[in-house]
């Protein structure tokens, strides 16, 4: 990309770019197939923002796919501001810089869902809050009439400090199902734009089967197999699914009330979620060591939130 500026030692912007008269880029935060997250300073007020700057096959300006490509994502990102919930991290705004809508979000310090995993299976009960969290932001959209359709771990981000646990990506990341990481595409989502909310729930099955993998559902084990039905008229209501997931959340792996799920209660309350950890709007700002190598099905972080 022209005009960055020059890049210093600690991966920041010296006289970084101006972006829509108003978001100084400070540094390169992640990048993938769409695009590159960039940290930048807001200059009226001086808060730190995430942008994603899209990447097209082309100019908009002379290249008539990247212009309707660019056209698409400018629509869908303003549509996917409509959706009001404190667990969707949704844009705040869309700025056109030399004919690329570029999309700013609130940057969020924490990692994202796939990164806790790696660390090893999440005990039933806190699953259980992390679906509350999910549940009630993509209940949120579907109000609207927006249906996510790229539910998976690396687009689940948790805050470090408050634990609050955020759905990301709506509306701006590639719809398409074969770009989509394998195992959490529901079976009609080849349908394309036939897809509905009950693919979402599928998606969020199988999200929680892979928090759990390795550490066994527990309780959550029915609700697991009903959300992954092949038939979205099988699969269970989202009233049902909170039922179930609340009685999980408050029960540990024998039935007992669970530390994980006390641990979560302020959080849940608030964004009917919470949990761990440290990142960015579909970007990480870490403080920790760089994760290990990561799996097809686990991205690796950095380029799983540019997405």
Same mark, same amino acid.
């Given at each position: 990309?022209?005009?960055?500026?020059?890049?210093?030692?600690?991966?920041?912007?010296?006289?970084?770019?101006?972006?829509?008269?108003?978001?100084?880029?400070?540094?390169?935060?992640?990048?993938?197939?769409?695009?590159?997250?960039?940290?930048?300073?807001?200059?009226?007020?001086?808060?730190?923002?995430?942008?994603? $700057?899209?990447?097209?096959?082309?100019?908009?300006?002379?290249?008539?796919?990247?212009?309707?490509?660019?056209?698409?994502?400018?629509?869908?990102?303003? /549509?996917?501001?409509?959706?009001?919930?404190?667990?969707?991290?949704?844009?705040?705004?869309?700025?056109?810089?030399?004919?690329?809508?570029?999309?700013?979000?609130?940057?969020?310090?924490?990692?994202?869902?796939?990164?806790?995993?790696?660390?090893?299976?999440?005990?039933?009960? $806190?699953?259980?809050?992390?679906?509350?969290?999910?549940? /009630?932001?993509?209940?949120?959209?579907?109000?609207?009439?927006?249906?996510?359709?790229?539910?998976?771990?690396?687009?689940?981000?948790?805050?470090?400090?408050?634990?609050?646990?955020?759905?990301?990506?709506?509306?701006? +990341?590639?719809?398409?199902?074969?770009?989509?990481?394998?195992?959490?595409? /529901?079976?009609?989502?080849? %349908?394309?734009?036939?897809?509905?909310?009950?693919?979402?729930?599928?998606?969020? +099955?199988?999200?929680?089967?892979?928090?759990?993998?390795?550490?066994?559902?527990?309780?959550?084990?029915?609700?697991?197999?009903?959300?992954?039905?092949?038939?979205?008229? /099988?699969?269970?209501?989202?009233?049902?699914?909170?039922?179930?997931?609340?009685?999980?959340? +408050?029960?540990?792996?024998?039935?007992?009330?669970?530390?994980?799920?006390?641990?979560?209660?302020?959080?849940?309350?608030?964004?009917?979620?919470?949990?761990?950890?440290?990142?960015?709007?579909?970007?990480?700002?870490?403080?920790?060591?760089?994760?290990?190598?990561?799996?097809? %099905?686990?991205?690796?972080?950095?380029?799983?939130?540019?997405?």
């Amino acid at each position: 990309m022209s005009g960055d500026g020059e890049l210093a030692p600690d991966g920041g912007l010296i006289g970084g770019r101006l972006i829509g008269g108003r978001y100084r880029l400070v540094a390169r935060i992640g990048s993938g197939p769409t695009g590159t997250v960039w940290r930048a300073r807001d200059e009226r007020d001086g808060g730190e923002v995430a942008v994603k $700057e899209p990447s097209l096959p082309g100019s908009p300006s002379d290249d008539e796919e990247s212009a309707r490509i660019a056209h698409r994502l400018h629509r869908e990102a303003r /549509a996917a501001a409509r959706v009001r919930h404190p667990g969707a991290l949704t844009p705040r705004e869309v700025v056109t810089e030399d004919g690329l809508p570029w999309i700013v979000m609130e940057l969020v310090r924490g990692e994202s869902l796939s990164e806790v995993v790696r660390r090893g299976p999440l005990p039933p009960a $806190e699953a259980a809050r992390v679906g509350l969290a999910v549940l /009630a932001a993509l209940r949120a959209a579907h109000a609207v009439g927006i249906v996510h359709r790229d539910i998976k771990p690396a687009n689940v981000l948790v805050e470090s400090g408050t634990g609050r646990v955020l759905v990301t990506d709506f509306g701006i +990341g590639d719809r398409h199902a074969e770009a989509a990481p394998a195992g959490f595409v /529901a079976p009609e989502h080849a %349908s394309g734009p036939g897809a509905g909310p009950a693919s979402d729930l599928w998606s969020l +099955g199988a999200l929680l089967a892979l928090a759990v993998e390795g550490g066994g559902p527990g309780p959550l084990g029915p609700l697991l197999d009903r959300l992954r039905a092949a038939s979205p008229a /099988a699969r269970p209501t989202p009233d049902e699914v909170a039922a179930a997931l609340e009685a999980c959340r +408050g029960a540990g792996a024998d039935g007992a009330p669970g530390a994980a799920g006390a641990a979560g209660a302020a959080g849940a309350a608030g964004a009917a979620g919470a949990v761990v950890p440290e990142q960015a709007a579909g970007a990480v700002v870490q403080d920790r060591a760089p994760a290990p190598a990561p799996t097809e %099905s686990a991205p690796a972080l950095v380029s799983d939130a540019a997405r």
